[in-house]
């Protein structure tokens, strides 16, 4: 089956693009380099930790994560995996989000969580991304869900290249 997957370019364009086998990529792996990923988690932490602040006060009553997931794009270009939502769901349907979900009984961390659901949800396997950590968790608008954002690189050379099945939720 084929699947849509939104890649966000870095450089603001968004597309939808049918996963597909990738055979040619270009990579500037100093584009996510050591001393740009602590400069980037820095940033984060410290916008995370001010959201934290402004929604300390709103009651959750579950807890989620979600991989924030840089990759590049089949042109090569730095990029953003997002999933496009089924819109046969009961809940978020039709969105645009971040592969994760609800933190089961045995999920030991957030980034255990998010590393589950983007296995399950896109096949991608924990082995093939390069976690950089969890940033302050968030409320997810209209539920009572805390929602932990878990940053991190899928090493492959391009996510489509991982999923060579998809099950697209009906």
Sequence with gaps: ???????????????VANVR???TMKFDV????????????????????ECNRLFRSVPTSLTAAVLVPFCFNQRGEPAVLL????????????????????????????????????E??????PANVDVWGPIHPLPSLGSEISVTP?????KSSAPESL???LVVNE
Excluded: Y
């Excluded at 089956?1 to 597309?15: C, E, Q, T, V």
């Design 1 to 15: 089956h084929n699947a849509h997957l939104l890649l966000w370019s870095l450089n603001g364009l968004a597309r």
């Design 21 to 23: 086998q990738s055979s």
């Design 30 to 49: 100093s584009f996510f380099s050591d001393d740009r990923k602590r400069s980037c988690m820095d940033s984060l932490m410290k916008s995370s930790e």
């Design 83 to 118: 999933t496009l939502r089924s819109q046969n769901l009961a809940r978020h349907a039709g969105l645009i989000s971040f592969p994760g979900g609800i933190s089961d009984k045995d999920d030991v961390s957030a980034t255990e969580t998010a590393l589950r659901e983007t």
């Design 120 to 125: 399950e949800e896109l096949g991608i396997p």
């Design 150 to 154: 878990v940053v991190a690189f899928v």
């Design 163 to 165: 999923i060579e099945e």
